[in-house]
T-cell receptor, first 112, second 116 residues
């Protein structure tokens, strides 16, 4: 049973650019959530996808958007990058919006 | 469920017990979790407790829940240098409180340092 995998592990972008982060959920999981973890902070909920539809959203602007595909993998897109978007982005998956999410190792995004 | 509080730092000597404390905000939270994060890594689920329990033990880990005070603690027995990491407390309020089902609210984490 493979866990949650995220790509890339690190990337550097320039302010104003756009970025796409990818996540493969754990086998058998149909729910994916994305979290942003700024340095020294706990993870903050961005949104959740369940069966290819956005199922809930945290306090993030519309330039943060996502997709979930029929195989339940997911993308997080961020437009018009700002310096404050620099963070570790974590993807987590579970079955049927249940409890006990499995987290990936994250993508470290640096905006310069 | 937006102000989960934890102390930021804890230092212990190898072999001693560690106790990490957390206060959470929503007394109706259904599950409460402890996650571990090692440097440069994602989050590892250590253990969780359902809200109708007051204690859960899993090998070296003991979780205590005081619902009246909204206080959660994690005790690590015989702490090892490999336990050095950041420990996050998290809660999941019920969906009927307007929260997304399964959404986690995290504290800022407690940095545990274990000295040999």
């Amino acid at each position: 049973e493979t866990g949650v995998t995220q790509s890339p592990t690190h990337l550097i972008k320039t302010r104003g650019q756009q970025v796409t982060l990818r996540c493969s959920s754990q086998s058998g999981h149909n729910t994916v959530s994305w979290y942003q973890q700024a340095l020294g902070q706990g993870p903050q909920f961005i949104f959740q996808y369940y069966r290819e539809e956005e199922n809930g959203r945290g306090n993030f602007p519309p330039r943060f958007s996502g997709l979930q595909f029929p195989n339940y993998s997911s993308e997080l897109n961020v437009n018009a990058l700002e310096l404050d978007d620099s963070a570790l982005y974590l993807c987590a998956s579970t079955r049927d919006r249940g409890y006990g999410y499995t987290f990936g190792s994250g993508t470290r995004l640096t905006v310069v | 469920g937006e102000d989960v509080e934890q102390s930021l730092f804890l230092s212990v000597r190898e072999g001693d017990s560690s106790v990490i404390n957390c206060t959470y905000t929503d007394s109706s939270s259904t599950y409460l979790y402890w996650y571990k994060q090692e440097p440069g890594a994602g989050l590892q689920l250590l253990t969780y407790i359902f809200s109708n329990m007051d204690m859960k033990q899993d090998q070296r880990l003991t979780v205590l829940l005081n619902k009246k005070d909204k206080h959660l603690s994690l005790r690590i027995a015989d702490t090892q240098t490999g336990d050095s990491a950041i420990y996050f407390c998290a809660e999941t309020p019920p969906a009927d409180r307007g929260s997304t089902l399964g959404r986690l609210y995290f504290g800022r984490g407690t940095q545990l340092t274990v000295w040999p």
